[in-house]
């Protein structure tokens, strides 16, 4: 059974930074990565990252957020820098399983003041 554990999330002023973490289990995970959803709106794609370390990311975090993973510990984390009040949300880790579902974390609220 997969579980994630995620963690790190919080309040912090515009210009802060955080780090989110997100424990996989269960499994081996191909592709993992983080989305968001904020209040009123639908969950979108933050960042992923594959299992050689390729990276993507949405347009409006690019030099800002950078998404990493240990693969031994089946981990991927989430540096977000810079941060600006537009990234408050819910901040969900997203994996992908050898049997190539995907599945979900539970979500950490980021809220940014300004």
């Known amino acids: 059974q997969v579980q994630l554990v995620e963690s790190g999330g919080g309040l912090v002023q515009a210009g802060g930074s955080l780090r989110l973490s997100c424990a996989a289990s269960g499994d081996i995970f191909s592709t993992m990565g983080w989305y968001r959803q904020a209040p009123g709106k639908q969950r979108e794609l933050v960042a992923t990252?594959?299992?050689?370390?390729?990276?993507n990311y949405e347009d409006s975090v690019k030099g800002r957020f950078t998404i990493s993973r240990d693969n031994a510990k089946n981990t991927v984390y989430l540096q977000l820098n810079s941060l600006k009040p537009e990234d408050t949300a819910v901040y969900y880790c997203?994996?992908?399983?050898?049997?190539?579902?995907?599945?979900w974390g539970q979500g950490t609220q980021v809220t940014v003041s300004s």
């Open positions: 997203w994996v992908v399983t050898a049997q190539k579902f995907g599945v």
């Open positions: 990252i594959s299992s050689v370390a390729t990276t």
